[in-house]
């Protein structure tokens, strides 16, 4: 099971800092990805992190705004967010996959979801 959170209410510029855990596995062998959904839209990528190696990767978006990291201790895994705007607003969501490299921008091909934690970002 995965467990987000950190989300919360800041204005535009802003910080927060996502956190996923997860309870009774470890994410050992995973790619763990970070998507986001907003109210009417799809959900979108926003970054991954391969957990064996530590090779990440970010949606367009929010490069150079957000950076991925993980306590290996923890088994937990972050979601830095600096700078934010008011269209990163959404419902965020990690979620874990096994599928190859190039393809984890695609929701539909992750097995395992949190809850997802709220993000709102006002101007």
């Known amino acids: 099971q995965l467990q987000a959170c950190g989300g919360g209410l800041v204005q535009a510029g802003g910080s927060l800092r996502l956190s996923c855990a997860a309870s009774?596995?470890?994410?050992?062998?995973?790619?763990v990805g970070w998507f986001r959904q907003a109210p009417g839209k799809d959900r979108e990528f926003v970054s991954a992190?391969?957990?064996?190696?530590?090779?990440?990767r970010y949606a367009d978006s929010v490069k150079g705004r957000f950076t991925i990291s993980r306590d290996i201790a923890k088994n937990t895994l972050y979601l830095q967010m600096n700078n934010l705007k008011p269209e990163d607003t959404a419902v965020y969501y990690c979620?874990?996959?096994?599928?190859?490299?190039?393809?984890?921008?695609?929701?539909?091909?992750?097995?395992?979801w949190g809850q997802g934690t709220l993000v709102t970002v006002s101007s």
């Open positions: 979620g874990l996959t096994r599928i190859v490299w190039p393809e984890i921008a695609n929701h539909k091909r992750y097995d395992i």
């Open positions: 009774g596995r470890t994410f050992s062998g995973y790619i």
């Open positions: 992190f391969r957990w064996s190696g530590g090779t990440t």
